[in-house]
């Protein structure tokens, strides 16, 4: 997460030496895992704005609730949910002690469930991975965090709570709530179809996400710019 957020740190500042941009304009937008990088960029570069989409807290919490919600969506019976508990705590001990693929296979049984050796050394970089301390960072930035109703994905109860706890006192979080979209904050009647997802794409794809997910970035995009007045908003 840090080399992504050096990354983008550098892109902002090669953005800021062209003179066709507007370096005081240039924000932040993303999904998911970003929101363990969001922050870190914040804490490099000066930003105008953040929006964050499903964004994730703590990697251990968030992959233990999308295990346990998978599982529940499944219809899953209690024998399989208690060892897949168990395979994923082998795991996390793994884990801890910085265990080499190798171990991680031979801990498995040689079952790898999709795991390669670049995403166990992904994992294993990243594990520990937690934004809590990160957000402070993104005091007095303008922010529109965006949640979605049907995330399995990400807990957005407690991503949420964390991002009020740091940031509601300054008064620049924007919170948006979208009940019928799923983690990528499309409708979750048209991500459970692939033909209906893969039509929608092909001949209307604004509206493949929420109602009024795009229109609420276009809102607090105008809120925030030269002369905005990007005050927290919930919804």
């Keep these: 997460m840090d080399d992504r957020a050096d990354e983008t740190a550098a892109a902002i500042a090669w953005a800021r030496t062209r003179p066709d941009i507007d370096g005081d304009r240039i924000g932040l937008w993303g999904a998911s895992q970003a929101g363990w990088v969001l922050p870190k960029v914040a804490a490099r570069t000066s930003v105008r704005f953040v929006i964050a989409v499903s964004p994730a807290i703590n990697w251990l ?17 209690a024998s399989r949910t208690k060892a897949e508990i168990a395979r994923s705590d082998t795991v996390r001990r793994l884990l801890q002690r910085h265990a080499t693929f190798e171990e991680y296979l031979r801990a498995t049984h040689g079952d790898a469930d999709g795991m390669t050796a670049r995403r166990w050394r992904f994992i294993t970089r990243n594990h520990t991975a937690d934004a809590t301390r990160d957000l402070r960072a993104l005091r007095g930035v303008p922010v529109l965090l965006t949640l979605a109703g049907h995330d399995v994905n990400v807990d957005t109860a407690e991503t949420e709570r964390d991002y009020r706890k740091v940031l509601d006192a300054g008064g620049a979080l924007t919170v948006k709530h979208y009940p019928d979209a799923a983690h990528s904050l499309v409708k979750r009647s048209v991500e459970r179809s692939d033909l209906r997802f893969t039509l929608t794409a092909v001949f209307a794809p604004r509206t493949l996400f929420a109602d009024g997910f795009l229109g609420d970035q276009r809102h607090f995009l105008e809120e925030a710019g030269p002369g905005g007045n990007a005050e927290g ?3």
């Design 61 to 77: 919490r968030q992959g233990r609730y999308n295990l346990l919600a998978e599982l529940r969506a499944d219809g899953a019976s």
């Design 233 to 235: 908003r919930h919804g």
